[in-house]
């Protein structure tokens, strides 16, 4: 039997080491911990809700979509009437309405005062749109 070099010894524990400081070095960054606490999120398409949640349009609560339905809507977006989407609006970041609440209504379910400002999520009453929505595990 041969006995490998010096040389073919040295090439062979280099090479080790390196692929050894590879997997260290560049596995060190991944996630090893528990997530599951981490909410789930998906998108949603629906249909217009009418006069079944009276609450998005009322005003400029951050708890309608908790209410509702169950999650934290991330972002949204609201299909116009001619079949065009808006963009995405987030819930606190940009989606105060141009339209305000000029009188009150009866709600149920949140106060509707007059002369208050309302979030674009108003429009869901009466047009289609998409959330992304994340809720607990």
Known sequence: MKIPSKSCYLWCCVSILTVTCFLVTNAIDLVIYNTSTQPKCKEVER??????????????????????????????????????????????VNDIDIKFNIQGADCKDFKILPNTMRRWWSYFYDHTHKYVICKDS
């Not at 217009?48 to 972002?75: H, M, P, S, T």
């Not at 609201?78 to 609006?89: E, P, R």
């Open 47 to 92: 249909k217009a809700v009418y006069g079944k949640e009276c609450g998005w349009y009322a005003g400029l609560y951050r708890d309608v979509d908790q209410f509702y339905l169950k999650g934290r809507i991330a972002a949204y977006k609201i299909q116009w009437f001619n079949g065009g989407w808006s963009g995405w609006f987030v819930p606190g």
